[in-house]
């Protein structure tokens, strides 16, 4: 394979082709910032989630061990953007407007879960919420609320 194989298409025709085939991979991959946090989609049990799998440097509090702030956040928008990418029309990146996070438990240093649900989406913003977990999900260690812009006016 040559270098020009292993260039991704432009991210709205990644986002079709990863649409049909359901090759989450590919889409997380082509984004930079997600491969660094080791944040990936799957399809587990029929349902699509996002996986941030652990690592020594997404620890924020090293006496606890207890996972950065900033990563479940980082976990937490980047599920919401891939559920809004890959369950609605736009063939754009959403742009956040508002992000709130609650901060519900210690994150423990392990693999966490994310699952987003679109509660609101109208032609040009769209509300999500958004929870994480790790071993039980009944017990979320953070949760979100964002508004992202869909299209420019």
Same mark, same amino acid.
């Given at each position: 394979m040559t270098a020009m194989s292993d260039t991704p298409p432009p991210l709205p025709e990644l986002v079709r082709q990863v649409r049909k085939s359901r090759e989450y991979k590919r889409l997380t991959d082509a984004i930079p910032y997600t491969r660094f946090m080791g944040i990936g989609v799957e399809n587990l049990a029929g349902e699509m989630l996002c996986r941030m799998a652990y690592s020594p440097r997404n620890i924020g509090n090293s006496l606890l061990p207890a996972l950065h702030g900033g990563t479940l956040g980082a976990l937490l928008e980047s599920a919401a953007v891939f559920e809004l990418l890959l369950q609605t029309n736009t063939e754009r990146v959403p742009k956040v407007i508002s992000l709130t996070v609650d901060f519900l438990r210690s994150g423990k240093p392990q693999d966490t879960f994310a699952k987003a649900l679109i509660t609101r989406q109208g032609r040009r913003?769209?509300?999500?919420?958004?929870? /994480?977990?790790? !071993? !039980?999900?009944?017990?979320?260690? /953070?949760? /979100?609320?964002?508004?992202?812009?869909l299209s420019e006016p």
């Open positions: 913003v769209a509300n999500v919420r958004v929870e /994480a977990w790790q !071993d !039980d999900r009944t017990r979320p260690i /953070a949760s /979100a609320h964002a508004l992202f812009l």
